[in-house]
């Protein structure tokens, strides 16, 4: 093969990559995160933080907006714990931006629009946002998140 026909293909292999083209994984590996982005979301809706747990890593570190970062699923579990007993997501809708994967690891970058009420009977708050969340493989080839970020797009919040 010639020099350019070389470059041609390491170009174009590249620019895939970075297009969020799923090099080195299947369809399958994409459906699969899917499927679990659906559980922790219903987990996190329901404010059933056991469920949620189950579907994190142990080392899974979180990173709300306007706090420290949370890390390791105890620590986890007593944050989202304490947040379930204060308040209750009444509406929730995410639109997926990006999905990459990449052999044992993979992330999702989505938008997302919520409406969050206190338990307490204060008003509700609409907001909208993004997130990323990183996923790992596990040793039995399932998969978890290991990472999440949020942040809102409304100064203040």
Not at 65 to 83: K, T, Y
Not at 100 to 118: E, H, L
Not at 134 to 155: G, K
Request: charged share 25%.
């Amino acid at each position: 093969m010639g020099q350019r026909k070389i470059l041609l293909v390491l170009t174009l292999s590249l620019a895939a990559t970075h297009l969020g083209c799923q090099a080195g994984s299947s369809e399958a590996d994409v459906q699969t995160l899917s499927q679990l982005q659906s559980q922790v979301d219903s987990a996190i809706i329901a404010g059933d933080t056991e469920r949620y747990l189950t579907l994190i890593t142990e080392d899974a570190v979180l990173m709300p907006p306007n706090g420290p970062p949370v890390s390791g699923r105890e620590a986890i579990g007593s944050w989202n714990g304490a947040i379930s007993r204060q308040f209750r997501i009444q509406e929730y809708r995410s639109v997926d931006d990006e999905v990459v994967v990449t052999g044992d690891w993979a992330f999702r970058r989505a938008s997302i629009d919520w409406t969050v009420a206190p338990l307490d009977g204060g008003r509700p708050v609409r907001d909208s946002g993004k997130y990323i969340i990183i996923y790992r493989r596990q040793n039995d080839r399932s998969w978890r998140v290991a990472r999440d970020m949020w942040s809102s797009n409304s100064p203040g919040r």
